[in-house]
């Protein structure tokens, strides 16, 4: 498994819009400036964001992108949600029962490799669920 760049990117544009003026939303234009990522780019990140509701979009003149939760409430398993979604990682195909004898127990065999995958699937979401974006910030600052 390979997380998309614009994970972190993602981890890196909710750290810039909370640490903006909270008085004041962050315009797309900004973020790219001081990110260097393409406004287009940033646009399809931030739209991802928005849809999970981690961050708000206000269209006016005075508009821009603003956090809908304290960084202590935005875990790593609600960033990564957002930008790589909720399927599950392991879908089968069951071509293995296609392919081999019948006899050989290779839906029992299929079924407990499934079952380690699940278990790593549970323990890494487990664990991006315990790490909030105030921890990343706690842990550059130390």
Not at 20 to 34: A, G, Q, R, T, V
Request: overall charge neutral; glycine content about 4%.
């Amino acid at each position: 498994m390979k997380l998309k760049n614009s994970m972190e990117q993602a981890i890196c544009l909710l750290i810039i819009i909370a640490h903006s003026n909270n008085e004041k939303p962050l315009k797309s234009y900004n973020i790219s400036d001081s990110s260097g990522v393409s406004d287009s780019y940033l646009k399809k990140v931030t739209r991802q964001l928005v849809v999970s509701g981690l961050i708000t979009s206000k269209a006016s003149k005075l508009g821009g992108f603003v956090l809908n939760k304290n960084l202590k409430d935005i875990s790593l398993f609600n960033i990564f949600e957002a930008i790589e979604g909720k399927e599950k990682f392991v879908e089968t195909t069951h071509l293995v029962e296609k392919v081999f004898d019948p006899k050989l127990k290779v839906k029992e065999t299929e079924d407990v490799i499934v079952n380690y995958l699940n278990t790593a699937e549970e323990q890494y979401k487990a664990k991006l669920k315990e790490i909030t974006l105030a921890h990343i910030i706690e842990a550059a600052q130390e």
